[in-house]
């Protein structure tokens, strides 16, 4: 799934919402908030058929897009 796959209002709603979106290949995925004095319990999610996932605790959204993997992009919220 790459992101032109994820409907077109959720995609914007994440970039508008979320603080950050990261880009997996993979459908498990972990977030600890960035670490530091900031960064919270490391929690694992799976990326389920709508193609991404948000945390529970700082909102990071998870997309599934293998062409991107491993990129993280601020949203400037």
């Not at 979320?18 to 919270?40: F, K, M, N, R, W």
């Amino acid at each position: 799934m790459t992101e032109s796959s994820i409907d077109p209002a959720i995609m914007q709603r994440l970039k508008q919402s979320a603080p950050e979106i990261c880009y997996s290949q993979s459908h498990t995925v972990s977030c600890d908030g960035g670490g530091g004095a900031l960064g919270h319990p490391r929690v694992y999610y799976t990326i389920g058929t709508q193609g991404f996932v948000e945390c529970g605790y700082c909102d990071r959204a998870f997309v599934l897009d293998a062409a991107r993997d491993g990129r993280c992009e601020s949203t400037g919220e």
